[in-house]
């Protein structure tokens, strides 16, 4: 059974896709998580099967991680960058927001399937915490008339 945690780079599946972006080269990282999101955003029907919760969480933080506001995430991903490679990206993420917030509500917005399996309060709490977070980053440099939350 894998390590399951409440932080965005908390879990198995979390590491084993940042090590999988990391073997990219620096300038195709971007493009990649750009297609994962917009594949996640497509094909919501198939979470579970070709992609987890705690991936798109994760790539949704190392967008974050890039952007104002994200620097705890950056601190963190310096400590794992120790232990293994992890993926960083090349300059700042600020046009993956939009798409990286979408997905990220897909998987964890107040139905989510992040949300599911907690066994207990605290860990419940601690997973909202880490996507509120993620959220609050994300919605901070997106523009209202571009939000995929926002409604006409």
Do not use: C, K
Request: aromatic share 8%; net charge negative.
């Amino acid at each position: 059974m894998g390590t399951f945690g409440t932080g965005p780079f908390s879990s198995d599946g979390a590491l084993d896709f940042l090590e999988e972006l990391a073997e990219r080269p620096p300038e195709q990282r971007l493009d990649a998580l750009r297609n994962m999101f917009t594949y996640v955003l497509a094909n919501r029907g198939l979470l579970w099967r070709e992609f987890f919760p705690d991936e798109v969480v994760a790539a949704a933080a190392l967008v974050s991680a890039a952007l104002p506001g994200g620097e705890h995430l950056q601190h963190r991903l310096a400590e794992l960058s120790d232990e293994t490679d992890m993926a960083l990206l090349p300059a700042s993420a600020s046009d993956l927001a939009p798409p990286a917030l979408g997905a990220l509500l897909f998987v964890a917005g107040p139905d989510g399937s992040w949300h599911h399996g907690w066994s207990t309060e605290a860990d419940r709490l601690d997973a909202q915490r880490t996507i509120d977070d993620l959220v609050a980053i994300l919605r901070g440099v997106i523009r209202p008339e571009v939000s995929p939350t926002s409604r006409d």
